[in-house]
């Protein structure tokens, strides 16, 4: 049965019933507005009540759990977190790293991600995406550069989902070791082509982000594979080496030859080869024409250079002329002196 009894706590909590309504409303619920708020059906009876009726009995105890159970909604709609992210994953290209991920199912816009890395897997720090700002911030994307500068360490990652100041939880854990799992890019390859051998030099991609880190080919110990062939479609042949410059010898005059390079490390499978790159040998009547040609112009174009540097140097004045016969009227000596 409802009282007529009117006391403090009743009243309190008969206007807090209005106002929770009236906050729905205004959070985007489907509760009527405050000026639509004229009137409602009391808890636990089916008499209408006004807002204004003062002849309206209160509501006590059935008002509790309906405050209790609007109050619980509320704060869980609002603090409730955003789903964590799914689907980590690390693309590693010459040991620059970017972790990537998806969003999580049901996650609202404007959710911004912040990475966590840990080598104890219980000391997390959070991995900032503008590394000279003084405090990190979240990242709106999915994906971002990290920063690890120990390549032998075993490192842990995870990523949490950052909506109206709460913190989903963390995503799954993956692990990531630099050294092991970074691909190596192709090798860079030049080639000259001469009478019957092909001068070859490889150059293998620099980890700018590791000063101190010795060369690919120094700390992987490394090895080169090299495969050729004449033209396009011919017979492939094989050969390895250490050097990064070396001659490919014994090959057919005038021909032209297409060179591949691949980079034989140890405990890394996970790189490209070269793409492949071809150069002709030089035939025997161009080389001998090659030679005439600079047994006759050299010594031609050294004569030339030396003659137009002494007419350059005589006009001008710099080199000394020949003195001028001087007639001998014009010498004067030295008058003798006599005794008398």
Same mark, same amino acid.
């Given at each position: 049965?409802?009282?007529a009894?009117?006391?403090?706590?009743?009243?309190?909590?008969?206007?807090?019933?209005?106002?929770l309504?009236?906050?729905?409303?205004?959070?985007?619920?489907?509760?009527?507005?405050r000026?639509?708020?004229?009137?409602?059906?009391?808890?636990?009876?089916?008499?209408?009540?006004?807002r204004?009726?003062?002849?309206?009995?209160? $509501?006590t105890?059935a008002c509790?759990?309906?405050?209790?159970?609007?109050?619980?909604l509320?704060?869980?709609?609002?603090?409730h977190?955003?789903?964590a992210?799914?689907?980590l994953? $690390?693309?590693s290209l010459?040991?620059?790293h970017v972790l990537?991920?998806?969003?999580g199912?049901?996650?609202?816009p404007?959710?911004? =991600?912040?990475?966590f890395?840990?080598?104890?897997?219980?000391?997390w720090?959070?991995?900032c995406? @503008?590394?000279?700002?003084p405090?990190?911030?979240?990242?709106?994307?999915t994906s971002?550069?990290l920063?690890?500068?120990e390549w032998?360490?075993? =490192?842990?990652l995870?990523?949490?989902s950052?909506?109206?100041?709460?913190?989903?939880?963390?995503s799954?854990?993956?692990?990531?070791?630099?050294?092991?799992?970074?691909?190596l890019?192709?090798?860079?390859v030049?080639l $000259?082509? =001469?009478?019957?051998?092909?001068? @070859?030099? @490889?150059?293998?991609?620099?980890?700018?982000?590791?000063?101190n !880190?010795?060369s690919i080919?120094?700390? =992987?110990?490394?090895?080169?594979?090299?495969?050729?062939?004449?033209?396009?479609?011919?017979?492939?042949?094989?050969?390895?080496?250490?050097?990064?410059?070396f001659?490919?010898?014994n090959?057919?005059k005038g021909?032209?030859?297409? @060179?591949?390079v691949?980079?034989?490390t140890?405990?890394?499978?996970n790189?490209?080869?070269?793409a492949?790159?071809c150069?002709?040998?030089?035939?025997v009547?161009?080389?001998r024409?090659?030679?005439l040609?600079?047994?006759?112009?050299?010594p031609?174009?050294?004569i !030339?250079i030396?003659t137009?540097?002494?007419?350059?140097?005589?006009?001008?004045?710099?080199?000394c002329?020949?003195?001028?016969? $001087?007639?001998?009227?014009?010498?004067?000596?030295?008058?003798?002196?006599?005794?008398?």
């Amino acid at each position: 049965m409802w009282r007529a009894e009117r006391s403090p706590s009743a009243s309190q909590c008969k206007e807090s019933f209005w106002e929770l309504l009236v906050f729905l409303r205004g959070c985007g619920s489907s509760a009527p507005g405050r000026q639509e708020l004229d009137r409602v059906v009391l808890p636990g009876s089916q008499r209408v009540c006004r807002r204004d009726d003062e002849s309206c009995p209160p $509501v006590t105890m059935a008002c509790l759990p309906l405050l209790l159970c609007l109050s619980l909604l509320l704060h869980s709609e609002l603090a409730h977190p955003p789903p964590a992210p799914v689907n980590l994953s $690390v693309d590693s290209l010459n040991f620059r790293h970017v972790l990537r991920w998806k969003p999580g199912d049901n996650t609202p816009p404007g959710t911004e =991600y912040g990475v966590f890395v840990s080598e104890e897997w219980n000391e997390w720090e959070q991995q900032c995406n @503008i590394p000279t700002q003084p405090q990190c911030n979240q990242t709106s994307g999915t994906s971002m550069p990290l920063m690890l500068p120990e390549w032998e360490s075993q =490192y842990y990652l995870h990523v949490k989902s950052f909506f109206n100041q709460t913190w989903s939880p963390r995503s799954k854990i993956i692990v990531f070791v630099p050294y092991k799992e970074t691909k190596l890019g192709p090798p860079e390859v030049s080639l $000259v082509g =001469y009478e019957n051998y092909i001068q @070859i030099n @490889i150059s293998l991609p620099w980890p700018d982000d590791l000063p101190n !880190f010795p060369s690919i080919q120094q700390y =992987y110990e490394a090895s080169f594979r090299v495969e050729f062939r004449i033209g396009t479609d011919g017979e492939i042949g094989t050969l390895e080496t250490e050097n990064k410059s070396f001659i490919l010898e014994n090959l057919k005059k005038g021909a032209e030859y297409c @060179i591949e390079v691949k980079l034989n490390t140890r405990e890394l499978n996970n790189h490209e080869p070269s793409a492949w790159k071809c150069t002709f040998t030089t035939a025997v009547d161009q080389q001998r024409g090659l030679t005439l040609g600079l047994v006759i112009g050299v010594p031609m174009v050294a004569i !030339f250079i030396v003659t137009s540097c002494l007419l350059l140097l005589f006009y001008t004045g710099v080199t000394c002329k020949l003195k001028e016969t $001087v007639p001998r009227a014009l010498i004067v000596r030295n008058p003798v002196s006599c005794a008398l």
